[in-house]
């Protein structure tokens, strides 16, 4: 008769959830690890994604901006989780920055070229165009 009263004590709704002695947990979200890089365990270790984030991010300014892009999708991870990997973070966030601004100065060149074009530019665009180089050149007439 005790055990049928602590029971129904137990899946009462209203009691105290805080004094549930086995409180569910999401053994999906608690047992998940975080690692730095893509592809998990098989990754580097911490220092050495530090170091590898370090040079994606300082490669990327000696005109390689692709490799900021590599450094976001290698250390996607870092990213995704504000927390983790503090001196990881730092060099990924930069290199995100870094690429998005690198993106819309290339879009904005590319578009303007493209849109634009010889109105836009007037007697200057055949100076500006490389489909002509061969005429400014003399080598049109030698094949």
Request: charged share 15%; with cysteine.
């Amino acid at each position: 008769m005790e055990a049928s009263r602590s029971d129904e004590s137990n899946l009462s709704p209203n009691r105290d959830r805080r004094s549930n002695p086995n409180p569910v947990h999401n053994s999906i979200i608690s047992s998940a690890q975080v690692w730095p890089t893509i592809d998990g365990p098989l990754g580097l270790t911490e220092e050495a994604s530090v170091d590898y984030a370090r040079r994606f991010y300082k490669f990327g300014f000696a005109l390689l901006p692709w490799l900021w892009a590599v450094n976001c999708f290698y250390f996607w991870p870092v990213l995704r989780h504000s927390r983790a990997f503090p001196q990881i973070r730092n060099y990924v966030v930069r290199s995100a920055i870094g690429f998005s601004v690198f993106t819309a100065l290339l879009s904005a060149w590319a578009l303007t070229f493209s849109i634009g074009g010889e109105e836009l530019f007037g007697p200057v665009w055949d100076k500006l165009v490389m489909y002509n180089v061969a005429d400014r050149l003399g080598l049109a007439g030698l094949a």
